[in-house]
């Protein structure tokens, strides 16, 4: 089974600083994908970023990067230059890559409000 | 249309009462997911077609809950005889292929069910 642990429930970060959310998983499976999603007030889930179990180099999307430490089983999301609308829930999932199974195990979130 | 789409975006229901909520996915997107999730929890996943067959239901809490996707487009999930735990905000997600993409999938704004 896949387990997703995020330990911050909430977050503050200055405007225009950087702020790491941070996500351990748990799983026996050799490949995998993880994810960031951000959700707003609106309720959608908006993808922000993905890691592959494989993949030699941290992931990168404009200011969001992610530290992808395989041994420890982490894969903390680093905001850089937070701005307002960065105000939101941030969510870690993961999925296998192999086999039957689709879905996405997430986390229980973190919720973080930039501060002006 | 231009994203995923669910109806209705609010859900007052009876205790006891059935509910039908629908899901329109982007047009042409293959894999569709349904989520439930609860007040400050990440979404916990509920089931899983590819068009219209289901693959994977292993999700779904108990009997009253059921899904279908009959055209391999649009999605209904049916809870049958609502009780106060299934109070919760149901999300759908589609994907271009068959789920193993690693830009995540596109996620509605979901409906929010209350039972009373």
């Known amino acids: 089974a896949q387990k997703i642990t995020q330990t911050q429930p909430g977050m503050f970060v200055q405007e225009k600083e950087a702020v790491t959310l941070d996500c351990t998983y748990d799983?026996?499976?050799?490949?995998?994908?993880l994810f960031w999603y951000k959700q707003p007030s609106s309720g959608e889930m908006i993808f922000l970023i993905y890691?592959?179990?494989?993949?030699?180099q941290n992931a990168t999307e404009g200011r969001y990067s992610l530290n992808f430490q395989k041994a420890r089983k982490s894969a903390n999301l680093v905001i850089s230059a937070s701005q307002l609308g960065d105000s939101a829930m941030y969510f870690c999932?993961?999925?296998?890559?192999?086999?039957?199974?689709?879905?996405?195990?997430f986390g229980s979130g973190t919720q973080l409000t930039v501060l002006p | 249309g231009a994203g995923v789409s669910q109806s209705p975006r609010y859900k007052v229901a009876k205790r006891g009462q059935d509910v039908a909520l629908r899901c329109d996915p982007i047009?042409?997107?293959?894999?569709l997911f349904w989520y439930q999730q609860a007040l400050g929890q990440g979404p916990e996943f509920l089931t899983y077609?590819?068009?219209?067959?289901?693959?994977?239901k292993s999700g779904l809490p108990s009997d009253r809950f059921f899904a279908e996707r009959p055209e391999g487009s649009v999605s209904t999930l049916k809870i049958q005889r609502t009780q106060q735990e299934d109070s919760a905000v149901y999300l759908c997600a589609s994907s271009l292929n068959d789920g193993l993409a690693n830009y995540g999938y596109t996620f509605g704004s979901g409906t929010r069910l209350t039972v009373v």
């Open positions: 077609f590819q068009n219209e067959a289901q693959l994977d």
């Open positions: 999932a993961m999925r296998k890559t192999s086999g039957s199974a689709r879905q996405l195990t």
């Open positions: 799983t026996s499976d050799p490949s995998y994908g």
């Open positions: 890691q592959g179990s494989y993949d030699q």
């Open positions: 047009s042409g997107h293959v894999s």
